[in-house]
């Protein structure tokens, strides 16, 4: 075993592996949003990337020290092989299953879903893979919790720096330079022309993709404008997908247009104050404010989108000073604001795309459920009036819709059909609030409403899509082989059972967490970012503790484990969600990262303690993928529920541990230098 470096070579190596565990969290992220923005399957099935790269860096950990020397040799070659296919060959699909609805381009390109993502996984766990490598052989050379410690400051690194160019609206070519340049850095003078080849081909390929006319980024999409027919009208795609028109003023007013509809319904209503949720480019703005609004608060999650409105709007609506800007996540914007309104209109919220690191969770999942339509009703002034329209694709879900505000307003919304499934369902604050040509008529049985715990509003039934069972199999039997190949036999990872329960609970309790801030604050990027990076802060400050210790009381920290699981089982959310701004803000982090806190101490106790951390976080991989496939149980059982499969596991955990005993076959920590880290992805550790 090489000695741990000292002086100026122990400073170098702890800066490349900063510099290397950075690549790898920021490689990631921009994977998940590049790939997702290019190929649709991947906008509605976030975690596919993440899970592949998941596997791939722990394979990458797995590889012995002195074995895999090729990959690090070859590492860009992949990356660059996955721009180039992605590029040439995009995919859009129709809806994928009977079971749940995706909103997405009205014909098919582009290779078969069977084909494009096993192509997809692979070439991301190669990617990761690869890095992985590059990592732990920095790792490998420094103690273990001190080279685990720069680890985490490296991946908070890589997550800063790509939620700043998520912030600035960086197109793709930067996120691929620097990518570039971390790659030629770590990969020294002897890897110099071999990594140039690859890295100036993807960045080409990028440079194209961003020079294209008319393509943008926001923090969500991939933006295409494109002039359209009509003088002074553009169409907007986002990640390939038609998305939105900007229209003049009278084309929107004309007869029987669907944004009229709101206004000839509710003839009574003076429309003074008008709150537009998916304000997007201007369109219902113009709208509200040629019907006479006084005051318009115009709700846009995405900034670009907004700009673009701004920009180019015939009707100028965003310079008109009636008209005040949110840029905001919808639900959060209801939940806070102190003003009422005489209308309300959902505009066309369907986002797209998923919230990183939730497997279902879309970005205007929390705008349909029931909690949602009733603050919606809680912010209406008397005789005010609701509004939602959309392409709703198919009658059942405008069923579950109008059911929600039948129950809800005490009597049928109104509801004005177009052609495709298109509605418009207009609810006034009583019946003669609303004067309707077409009363809502169920087409049939009408599902049950979307909540705040299950936020699901495009599955018909409490129940995971056959689509998904098949892709998420796959996943499991292709992560299987893979840690397989890397020389990890089954039967000797049977021991690190503990630590394999604990990386299904960790991955379970992230995604409780991600989901659970999404609800506080808003489904918004900038949210996103910072639970992630609240996670890494809690996984550093338990590692800093651990390092501070001699020892720890295992059965005190599973006590402390499991009294924050059940604080967090125990307060309702509608508890939290009446807090001020800052108690909820307390409450939620106090919740979210207690347990995160103590269950990494009780890990890194575990990883440092282990005979063999190699099959020891073999075992854990191996949990953390069962974890991530785990995920898609909040499909039927809502995912305050995933909380008691986080505590079984746990639990599990604990029991082998207390019979096995947590130091059996233990080595000091202070003369092993090959512990395997367990921060792998924007996952962090699974602990």
């Known amino acids: 075993m090489e000695q741990t470096r000292t002086g100026h070579g122990g400073t170098s190596v702890r800066w490349r592996l900063l510099l290397s565990s950075a690549t790898m969290l920021f490689v990631e992220l921009a994977l998940i949003r590049w790939a997702g923005a290019n190929v649709v399957h991947l906008s509605y099935f976030s975690n596919f990337v993440l899970l592949g790269s998941f596997l791939g860096i722990g394979i990458g950990f797995l590889i012995p020290a002195a074995r895999g020397q090729w990959i690090k040799r070859w590492a860009p070659f992949p990356l660059a092989l996955l721009i180039v296919l992605v590029l040439a060959f995009p995919v859009q699909v129709r809806q994928s299953s009977t079971q749940v609805l995706y909103f997405t381009a009205v014909k098919a390109t582009g290779f078969p879903q069977w084909v494009t993502l ?121 990640n390939g997908v038609p998305h939105q028109t900007i229209a003049p003023l009278s084309v929107l007013t004309r007869e029987n247009s669907p944004y009229r509809q709101a206004y000839e319904q509710t003839p009574a209503n003076p429309h003074r104050r008008v709150l537009v949720i998916g304000a997007g480019n201007g369109n219902d703005v113009a709208v509200a404010l040629a019907h006479g609004a006084q005051r318009v608060d115009a709700v846009e999650i995405d900034p670009r989108l907004q700009q673009i409105g701004a920009q180019l709007h015939p009707a100028k609506p965003y310079d008109d000073p009636r008209v005040h800007v949110h840029i905001d996540d919808g639900r959060a914007f209801l939940e806070r604001t102190k003003n009422r309104y005489d209308l309300i209109v959902l505009a066309l919220p369907d986002s797209l795309t998923l919230v990183s690191g939730a497997s279902n969770l879309r970005l205007e999942s929390y705008l349909f459920t029931q909690e949602a339509f009733e603050a919606a009703r809680y912010n209406l002034a008397p005789h005010g009036a609701f509004a939602m329209y959309n392409y709703y694709r198919t009658p059942w879900l405008v069923d579950r819709f109008a059911g929600s505000l039948d129950d809800i307003y005490g009597h049928a919304p109104c509801m004005t059909t177009f052609a495709k499934n298109a509605a418009v369902l207009v609810a006034g604050m009583t019946a003669s609030d609303q004067s309707c040509k077409q009363v809502w008529q169920p087409s049939g049985p009408v599902p049950a409403a979307a909540t705040d715990d299950h936020p699901f509003p495009y599955l018909l039934h409490r129940t995971i899509p056959g689509f998904y069972l098949g892709v998420l199999g796959g996943i499991l039997l292709v992560t299987l082989v893979s840690v397989r190949l890397t020389g990890v036999r089954i039967r000797r990872v049977v021991r690190y059972t503990d630590m394999f329960l604990m990386g299904a609970a960790f991955m379970l309790l992230e995604t409780k967490n991600v989901i659970g801030f999404a609800l506080y604050f808003g489904t918004t990027w900038l949210v996103n970012a910072l639970v992630f990076i609240g996670v890494l802060l809690a996984v550093l400050g338990a590692v800093e503790v651990r390092r501070r210790l001699r020892r720890v009381n295992q059965l005190v920290l599973q006590l402390l484990l499991f009294a924050s699981l059940a604080v967090a089982w125990l307060v309702p959310v509608q508890t939290v969600l009446s807090l001020p701004f800052l108690g909820r803000l307390a409450a939620a982090i106090a919740l979210a990262f207690a347990p995160i806190f103590f269950a990494n101490l009780i890990f890194s106790d575990r990883l440092a303690l282990a005979a063999d951390p190699t099959s020891g976080f073999g075992a854990n991989l191996l949990g953390s993928m069962v974890g991530g496939l785990l995920e898609y149980l909040a499909l039927v059982t809502g995912y305050q529920a995933l909380l008691l499969v986080v505590a079984l596991l746990y639990l599990g955990a604990c029991v082998i541990m207390r019979i096995a005993g947590p130091r059996s076959g233990a080595r000091s920590i202070l003369k092993r230098g090959d512990t395997a880290d367990a921060a792998v992805g924007s996952r962090s550790p699974a602990g």
């Open 118 to 238: 096993p192509v997809i996984f692979l070439l991301v766990a190669v990617i990761m893979a690869a890095i992985g490598k590059i990592t732990a052989d920095y790792f490998r050379r420094l103690p273990p919790l001190d080279a685990y410690r720069y680890d985490l400051l490296g991946s908070l690194t890589g997550t800063v720096l790509f939620a700043l160019l998520s912030w600035l609206h960086a197109p793709s070519v930067v996120w691929g330079v620097l990518a570039a340049v971390a790659f030629l850095t770590l990969g020294g003078r002897r890897n110099a022309l071999r990594y140039a080849v690859p890295l100036t081909a993807m960045v080409a390929v990028l440079l194209v993709e961003t020079m294209t006319t008319g393509i943008s980024w926001s923090p969500y999409y991939k933006i295409q404008l494109t002039p359209s027919d009509s003088a002074g009208s553009y169409r907007i795609s986002a």
